[in-house]
């Protein structure tokens, strides 16, 4: 089992859509959890950060963490075209030995049309 | 300027042949990172450098990727005797502290090895 499994997509939903991208992952020691952007030929861009559990809303984007069930979520709503792209989510954290190595999952495709 | 600059965007090469990457972070930035995204992979972590201290090399694949960073601030990633497996975009990154949670990650070197 990997450590953070992301469904790859990909998904494509109407200009508008409440989006909801997850991941899970297995290692109980991961308490920061992010979100990364990526576009096309671009590298990724943070857009959310957390630790540990609860929600966090930034505009249009909330990001939530259930440590309890090894589960995060990103939702985006009012999502537009220029949201398409490819969302990674990365977690590290204290117990994993070095706390700057992110563990990534594969990414979800995102396509937006209007 | 403003963001991670990384050079070449593109590099095209032959089996067997050695390659440099260069990544100039963002001034300032004391920790910087090399990750490489395979195709249908997620980012993986390749190296670790934090200011003056010993880099991590935990991640290098094999004793034929080497780093270096030169007056704490640019970056090479060496690659010699290149196979066709490592044929992946690399990616730096830069950040201001000493963990993981919000790096700022160049565009990437796109290798293709022939």
């Known amino acids: 089992q990997k450590e953070v499994e992301q469904d790859p997509g990909p998904l494509s939903v109407p200009e508008g859509a409440i989006v909801s991208l997850n991941c899970t992952y297995s290692n109980s020691a991961f308490q920061y959890f992010m979100w990364y952007r990526q576009y096309s030929r671009k590298g990724p861009e943070l857009l959310m950060y957390?630790?540990?559990?609860g929600n966090k809303e930034d505009g249009r984007f909330t990001a939530q963490v259930d440590k309890s069930s090894k589960y995060i979520s990103l939702f985006i709503r009012d999502s537009q075209p220029s949201d398409s792209a490819t969302y990674l989510c990365?977690?590290?954290?204290?117990?994993?030995?070095?706390?700057?190595?992110?563990?990534f999952g594969k990414g979800t495709l995102l396509t937006v049309n209007p | 300027g403003a963001g991670v600059s990384q050079s070449p965007s593109n590099k095209v090469t032959e089996k067997g042949k050695d390659v440099e990457l260069r990544c100039d972070p963002i001034s300032g930035h004391t920790a910087l990172y090399w990750y490489r995204q395979s195709l249908g992979q997620g980012l993986e972590f390749l190296i670790y450098f934090q200011g003056n201290s010993a880099p991590d090399k935990s991640g290098l694949p094999s004793d034929r990727f080497s780093a270096e960073r030169t007056g704490g601030s640019v970056s090479t990633l060496t690659i010699q005797r290149t196979q066709q497996e490592d044929s992946a975009v690399y990616l730096c990154?830069?950040?201001?502290?000493?963990?993981?949670?919000?790096?700022?990650f160049g565009s990437g070197t796109q290798l293709s090895v022939l």
């Open positions: 990365a977690m590290t954290g204290l117990g994993v030995g070095s706390n700057y190595k992110l563990t």
């Open positions: 957390t630790y540990s559990s």
């Open positions: 990154a830069s950040s201001l502290g000493h963990s993981g949670e919000k790096l700022f």
